[in-house]
Protein backbone atom coordinates (compact mmCIF):
# COMPACT_ATOMS: atom_id res chain seq x y z
CA UNK A 1 0.00 0.00 0.00
CA UNK A 2 1.46 3.27 -1.17
CA UNK A 3 0.48 6.63 0.59
CA UNK A 4 1.22 10.67 0.00
CA UNK A 5 1.33 12.63 2.96
CA UNK A 6 1.00 15.75 2.48
CA UNK A 7 1.61 19.01 4.83
CA UNK A 8 2.48 22.75 4.73
CA UNK A 9 -0.78 24.26 3.36
CA UNK A 10 -2.44 27.28 5.48
CA UNK A 11 -3.51 31.14 5.54
CA UNK A 12 -0.85 33.77 4.49
CA UNK A 13 -0.92 36.97 3.34
CA UNK A 14 -0.68 38.44 0.07
CA UNK A 15 3.21 38.55 -0.65
CA UNK A 16 3.71 35.70 1.46
CA UNK A 17 5.30 32.39 1.53
CA UNK A 18 4.59 28.75 1.86
CA UNK A 19 6.39 26.05 1.74
CA UNK A 20 4.83 22.23 0.82
CA UNK A 21 5.64 18.73 1.92
CA UNK A 22 4.79 15.75 -0.06
CA UNK A 23 6.14 12.57 0.78
CA UNK A 24 5.40 8.68 -0.03
CA UNK A 25 5.30 5.81 2.14
CA UNK A 26 5.00 1.99 1.45
CA UNK A 27 6.16 -0.69 -1.00
CA UNK A 28 8.21 1.79 -3.67
CA UNK A 29 10.53 0.66 -6.39
CA UNK A 30 11.31 3.55 -7.23
CA UNK A 31 9.76 7.05 -8.50
CA UNK A 32 9.66 8.44 -11.67
CA UNK A 33 7.70 12.06 -12.01
CA UNK A 34 6.35 14.23 -8.87
CA UNK A 35 4.36 16.81 -9.48
CA UNK A 36 1.82 19.63 -7.78
CA UNK A 37 -1.28 20.25 -8.90
CA UNK A 38 -3.88 22.67 -8.01
CA UNK A 39 -7.55 23.37 -7.87
CA UNK A 40 -9.74 26.17 -6.73
CA UNK A 41 -13.46 26.43 -6.59
CA UNK A 42 -15.54 25.84 -9.91
CA UNK A 43 -11.99 25.71 -11.91
CA UNK A 44 -10.23 22.46 -13.00
CA UNK A 45 -7.57 21.04 -11.43
CA UNK A 46 -4.00 22.82 -13.02
CA UNK A 47 -0.42 21.81 -12.87
CA UNK A 48 1.78 23.99 -11.11
CA UNK A 49 4.71 22.04 -11.16
CA UNK A 50 7.33 18.92 -12.01
CA UNK A 51 9.96 17.48 -11.62
CA UNK A 52 11.42 14.29 -13.05
CA UNK A 53 14.20 11.65 -11.33
CA UNK A 54 16.67 13.41 -13.23
CA UNK A 55 15.63 16.58 -11.96
CA UNK A 56 14.49 18.39 -14.88
CA UNK A 57 11.63 20.85 -14.12
CA UNK A 58 8.72 22.28 -15.32
CA UNK A 59 6.26 25.17 -14.57
CA UNK A 60 2.58 26.43 -15.02
CA UNK A 61 2.80 29.81 -16.79
CA UNK A 62 1.21 31.68 -13.81
CA UNK A 63 3.59 30.58 -10.78
CA UNK A 64 7.12 30.78 -12.99
CA UNK A 65 9.43 32.68 -11.17
CA UNK A 66 7.52 32.79 -8.03
CA UNK A 67 7.12 28.83 -6.89
CA UNK A 68 10.30 26.56 -6.97
CA UNK A 69 10.29 22.52 -6.63
CA UNK A 70 12.64 20.34 -5.24
CA UNK A 71 12.77 16.49 -4.43
CA UNK A 72 14.29 14.15 -1.81
CA UNK A 73 15.07 10.67 -3.50
CA UNK A 74 16.04 9.16 -0.48
CA UNK A 75 12.80 10.28 1.40
CA UNK A 76 10.53 9.85 -1.24
CA UNK A 77 9.65 13.40 -1.21
CA UNK A 78 8.67 16.61 -3.21
CA UNK A 79 8.57 20.34 -2.04
CA UNK A 80 6.69 23.13 -3.74
CA UNK A 81 8.80 26.26 -2.13
CA UNK A 82 6.08 29.43 -2.82
CA UNK A 83 6.84 32.90 -2.83
CA UNK A 84 5.20 36.07 -3.95
CA UNK A 85 1.79 34.45 -3.11
CA UNK A 86 -1.64 36.18 -4.41
CA UNK A 87 -4.61 36.02 -3.80
CA UNK A 88 -5.37 33.94 -7.20
CA UNK A 89 -3.02 31.20 -5.96
CA UNK A 90 -5.58 29.54 -3.51
CA UNK A 91 -6.67 26.44 -4.02
CA UNK A 92 -6.45 22.88 -3.03
CA UNK A 93 -2.83 21.73 -3.69
CA UNK A 94 -2.20 18.23 -4.80
CA UNK A 95 0.82 15.90 -5.01
CA UNK A 96 1.51 13.73 -7.54
CA UNK A 97 3.63 11.03 -7.95
CA UNK A 98 4.39 8.33 -10.48
CA UNK A 99 5.36 5.26 -8.59
CA UNK A 100 6.58 2.24 -9.64
CA UNK A 101 6.90 -0.87 -7.42
CA UNK A 102 7.44 -4.80 -8.36
CA UNK A 103 4.26 -5.41 -10.11
CA UNK A 104 4.54 -2.22 -12.43
CA UNK A 105 3.62 1.47 -11.95
CA UNK A 106 0.96 4.21 -11.62
CA UNK A 107 0.17 7.64 -10.68
CA UNK A 108 -0.55 8.15 -7.01
CA UNK A 109 -2.32 11.42 -5.41
CA UNK A 110 -2.35 13.57 -2.33
CA UNK A 111 -5.20 13.85 -0.27
CA UNK A 112 -4.68 17.67 -0.62
CA UNK A 113 -3.76 20.50 1.32
CA UNK A 114 -5.78 24.11 1.46
CA UNK A 115 -3.60 27.43 0.33
CA UNK A 116 -5.37 30.74 1.05
CA UNK A 117 -4.00 33.99 0.21
CA UNK A 118 -6.02 36.63 1.78
CA UNK A 119 -5.07 39.91 3.95
Known amino acids: QVQLVESGGGLVQPGGSLRLSCAAS????????MGWYRQAPGKERELVAS???????NYGVSVKGRFTISRDNAKNTVYLQMNSLKPEDTAVYYC?????????????WGQGTQVTVSS
Open 51 to 57: ITSGGST
Open 26 to 33: GSIFGINV
Open 96 to 108: NMYILKATGGRDY
